[in-house]
């Protein structure tokens, strides 16, 4: 006998699909949700959340993706662990092959995330949440009063470091150019700011402390030279962009220039029957909170199209 075709599939287990695995599961709708390998999303790899509203002493991040997954396992959401190595959304049902298991879904609803690009050192790897983070805003109050560096030269960059100068005495921003890449009146706004300094031409090749398991310092290498240098820190933000997970969909779903799933009348994709929600059609807000609520909107987008569907 073949596998039955599930009503709806959810792919990614950060706020935004298990929101929509929440919703879609108290409409009975037995949604099958694949966690990825990285379970959790990027709320796993952030320590104290203090923007999540209900939560006034705020909570860790890992915390608040264990509740719900609690709360929509108590709905009967079925977890699957395992990555997605293939998707057919060119026929229906979809297929999806979750490590050459094929399965069969009438809607899909698609929240595999982003993942802020790193620089590749493992001691980057080592304290991220121990200092270094990919977040300002975030985090950035945890470095009231302190000396903070941002690694970047984009937008994203210069806008954290004005924000981080709120909290911060000193921001020294680290740029592997000589020149930003920013808009020019953020970088204006950015050169006026008196707690920010700029490090031009420098690559980070390691951050301090991993035996300390705590961020005391970066070391930087100035372009064209060996000489190492050391400055001293107390947070590493690293800025260099990020990457929206959406290769297995390259062909299928229009997407922007960037990669993110391109989304319309709230969270229907250029396939009817395909919804995307979180991070993954979203490089503007980028917040647990804001990816939560399209997770709803894809969950009720989901069960009004499979309602039509009879
Ligand atoms: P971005 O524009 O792609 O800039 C990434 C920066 O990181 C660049 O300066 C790049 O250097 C640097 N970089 C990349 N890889 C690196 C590495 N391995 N090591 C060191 N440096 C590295 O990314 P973004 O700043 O996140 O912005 C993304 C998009 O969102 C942009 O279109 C931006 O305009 C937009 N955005 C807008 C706003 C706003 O308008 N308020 C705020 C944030 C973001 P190079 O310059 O040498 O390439």
Excluded at 148 to 177: P, Q
Excluded at 190 to 197: H, L, Q, R, V
Excluded at 214 to 224: L, Q
């Amino acid at each position: 006998m073949s596998d039955p075709v599930e009503d709806v599939i959810i792919l990614g287990s950060g706020p935004a699909g298990l929101t929509s695995s929440l919703y879609t599961a108290r409409a009975n709708l037995r949604p099958l949700l694949i966690e990825g390998t990285e379970a959790g999303g990027q709320l796993v790899l952030t320590t104290l959340v203090e923007n999540y509203p209900g939560f006034p002493d705020g909570l860790l991040g890992p915390d608040l993706i264990r509740s719900m997954r609690q709360q929509t396992e108590r709905f009967g959401t079925r977890f699957l662990s395992g990555d997605v190595t293939a998707v057919d959304l060119s026929r229906r049902p979809f297929t999806i092959t979750v490590e050459n298991e094929a399965r069969q879904t009438n809607a899909l609803i698609i929240a595999t995330g982003a993942s802020a690009n790193l620089i590749g050192l493992e001691s980057e790897r080592k304290l991220l949440g121990h200092g270094v983070s990919t977040c300002a805003t975030c985090d950035g109050f945890f470095f009231r009063d302190q000396h903070v560096a941002i690694v970047g030269g984009g937008d994203s960059a210069v806008e954290e470091a004005i924000f981080l100068a709120k909290f911060a005495t000193k921001v020294t921003l680290i740029h592997r150019r000589d020149k930003l890449r920013a808009s020019k009146i953020m970088q204006e706004r950015a050169f006026k700011n008196p707690k920010i300094e700029f490090l031009w031409n420098r690559t980070i090749v390691e951050i301090l402390d991993v035996s300390q398991g705590k961020v005391t310092g970066i070391t930087t290498r100035v372009d064209g030279l060996t000489l190492l240098e050391t400055l001293n820190c107390d947070g590493v933000f690293v800025a260099i962009g990020h990457s929206p997970n959406t290769a297995l969909f390259s062909g299928q779903l229009e997407m922007d220039e960037r990669g993110y799933i391109v989304t319309h009348h709230g969270t229907m994709t250029s396939i009817p029957g395909v919804f995307a929600a979180g991070d993954v059609q979203d490089h503007v807000y980028k917040q647990a909170i804001t990816a939560a609520g399209s997770g709803c909107m894809a969950a009720l987008d989901a069960e009004r199209y499979l309602e039509n569907l009879g």
